[in-house]
């Protein structure tokens, strides 16, 4: 009963190539985040999305794009990937009207070559 | 654009309190200030929030002085276990949610 999943956990793929990473919570959440963690543990939020509808676009290449189908999923879709796009990938929730109590997800490590 | 700021590192014994502090010169008026630690190959999971003065529960204290420009967490006698990353996350006066530079804690035994 995993509150905020992710999958793939790992991925490993070569510049150029286009990837997703899902995201699914089940906490009954409205508002849904994707992060970027660098190799200094950095934390930048990219994207957050409220009930499908995009809130926040930090200054995010737009190779880069979000997608809810619903507001239990948050999937991230990165074309063209670049060498400088390895991280760690986070996907979070909350309520709305606690956007500072967030719940993330395992995280998901992309490795471009 | 607000800058949040930790210690990059600490290290303490078992046994040892821990105070970690943040500064955040631009913190919204209305809003909280929120802990969380992250352990390796973890997301970050919330530890403790407050606004002002101190905050406790089971896990931590939280000091946050009158002007909210800077918050110190306090971790009473650290075990092993507590070695993590811990990050303050507040939202600046353009209502942006900022995660800190992170602290890494590693607790000897």
């Known amino acids: 009963d995993t509150a905020v999943s992710q999958t793939p956990k790992y991925l490993v793929t070569q510049m150029g190539n286009d990837k997703s990473i899902k995201c699914e919570q089940n906490l009954g959440h409205d508002t849904m985040y994707w992060y970027k963690q660098d190799s200094k543990k950095f934390l930048k939020i990219m994207f957050s999305y409220n009930n499908k509808e995009l809130i926040i676009n930090e200054t995010v290449p737009n190779r880069f794009s979000p997608k809810s189908p619903d507001k239990a999923h948050l999937n991230l879709h990165i074309n063209s990937l670049e060498l400088g796009d390895s991280a760690v990938y986070f996907c979070?929730?909350?309520?709305?009207?606690?956007?500072?109590?967030?719940?993330f997800g395992p995280g998901t490590r992309l490795t471009v070559l | 654009l607000a800058k949040t700021t930790q210690p990059i590192s600490m290290d303490s014994y078992e046994g040892q309190e821990v105070n970690i502090t943040c500064s955040h010169n631009n913190i919204a008026t209305n809003d909280y200030i929120t802990w969380y630690q992250q352990f390796p190959s973890q997301g970050p999971r919330f530890i403790i929030q407050?606004?002002?003065t101190k905050v406790t529960n089971e896990v931590a204290s939280l000091f946050i002085p009158a002007d909210r420009k800077s918050s110190t967490l306090s971790l009473p006698r650290v075990s092993l276990s507590d070695t993590a990353v811990y990050y303050c996350l507040v939202g600046d006066d353009t209502d942006k949610l900022i995660f800190g530079t992170g602290t890494r804690l590693q607790v000897f035994p």
């Open positions: 979070a929730s909350s309520q709305s009207g606690s956007p500072d109590t967030q719940y």
């Open positions: 407050g606004y002002k």
